[in-house]
């Protein structure tokens, strides 16, 4: 998929944020190996610590649905009321949940904007060194 069109589902998707407490409106596109696209915006919550990312938000409805592999996310943000006039790079957190699923040489972030210009980066471009849990043992 184009990364253009990526980039409007993020729009898309960035509709339904639910920003009471920052006004800030983000919204993700996740692509699968397998063609399909999860969307994500952000969640807040009034106690603030249990606001969740729109990037997260998309990983983590793919995940549920057994989704495992992943080729891109574009990623969109900006203050309500008007279309994201400057890139919004995800957060660390984020980052690292991409770390998770994602082989950081292949994995592109398209940050996009509401004119549909967009950057490209892999993920061991915004995240060197990342910790991939090498030397974790895995029970399963
Ligand atoms: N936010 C995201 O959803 N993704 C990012 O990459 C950066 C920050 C959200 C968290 C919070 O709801 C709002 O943007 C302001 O930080």
């Known amino acids: 998929m184009e990364n253009k069109e990526l980039v409007e589902k993020a729009l898309e998707a960035r509709s339904a944020a639910y920003t ?58 900006g203050p309500a009321g008007k279309e994201p006039e400057d890139f919004c790079p995800p957060c660390g957190v984020c980052r690292q949940v991409m770390m998770e699923f994602c082989d950081p040489e292949r994995f592109r972030i398209v940050l996009g904007k509401g004119d549909l210009s967009f950057r490209e980066y892999t993920l061991k471009e915004l995240l060197p060194l990342g910790f991939a849990g090498d030397g974790v043992e895995r029970k399963e």
């Open 20 to 77: 009471p407490y920052s006004g800030f409106r983000v919204g993700a596109a996740l692509l699968c190996a397998d063609g399909t696209v999860y969307g994500g915006c952000n969640i807040e919550n009034a106690a603030f610590g249990p606001s969740c990312c729109a990037e997260r938000t998309a990983f983590f409805k793919a995940v549920s649905e057994g989704k495992r592999e992943f080729s891109a996310i574009a990623i969109v943000g």
